[in-house]
């Protein structure tokens, strides 16, 4: 079943702060971010596997609550580059196999 | 070439045609996927190839035939498509037991007429 991310989409000017927000209605082994820029593949920016676990990607960063099966991602001091669509990945076993969700759109502008 | 390649990145055929698309991984990796991008819609898991076995196939429609000849290589075969089926089609590649990090490919714009 394919989580759901929230919001859909979403304007920030350079140096602002946002969250993106992903759900489960089943419990999670990983959850994995990637970002995709317009006409470009999906790259991979990081997987959390411990509940509790943070991580972080240049001044991107993420949480996994296993209990309430989340994952919110947390784009601090927004740049440029950080436009594109933002997709979380889950895996609901140790089976390699990834549920996307919808995608968030985040546009930065100067 | 480095990473995951596809070809052809464009490919428009009509709904009696049999075309193949190809996906190429340059890292060594031992397990390989099809995923399919609709507009306004969720990346959906089509195939997974572990060690070259098919492990997976999301009820996907029988016109669609993954075929992974090695670890390197995979393809998908196209036969009497929908216009439905219009879509950018991604090959992934992950090393199952070490890094479960999936490296996309440029991805196959597909245009079923």
């Known amino acids: 079943q394919q989580p759901v991310q929230s919001p859909q989409a979403v304007i920030l000017r350079e140096g602002e702060d946002a969250v993106i927000n992903c759900s489960s209605s089943k419990a999670l082994y990983s959850v994995h971010w990637y970002r995709q820029k317009h006409g470009e593949a999906p790259v991979f920016l990081m997987i959390?596997?411990?509940?509790?676990e943070q991580m972080r990607h240049e001044k991107i960063s993420a949480s996994f609550n296993e209990k309430k099966q989340q994952s919110s991602l947390y784009l601090t001091a927004s740049q440029l580059s950080y436009s594109g669509t933002y997709f979380c990945?889950?895996?609901?076993?140790?089976?390699?196999?990834?549920?996307f969700g919808a995608g968030t759109t985040v546009t930065v502008r100067a | 070439e480095t990473g995951v390649t596809q070809t052809p990145r464009h490919l428009v055929m009509g709904m009696t045609n049999k075309k193949s698309l190809k996906c190429e991984q340059h890292l060594g990796h031992n397990a390989m996927y099809w995923y399919k991008q609709s507009a306004k819609k969720p990346l959906e898991l089509m195939f997974v190839y572990n060690f070259k076995e098919q492990t997976e196939n999301n009820s996907v429609p029988s016109r669609f035939s993954p075929e992974c000849p090695n670890s390197s290589h995979l393809f998908l075969h196209l036969h009497t498509l929908q216009p439905e089926d219009s879509a950018l089609y991604l090959c992934?590649?992950?090393?199952?037991?070490?890094?479960?990090?999936?490296?996309f490919g440029p991805g196959t714009r597909l245009t079923v007429t």
């Open positions: 959390l596997l411990k509940g509790g």
């Open positions: 992934a590649s992950s090393q199952v037991g070490t890094s479960y990090e999936q490296y």
């Open positions: 990945g889950t895996e609901r076993a140790n089976d390699y196999k990834l549920s």
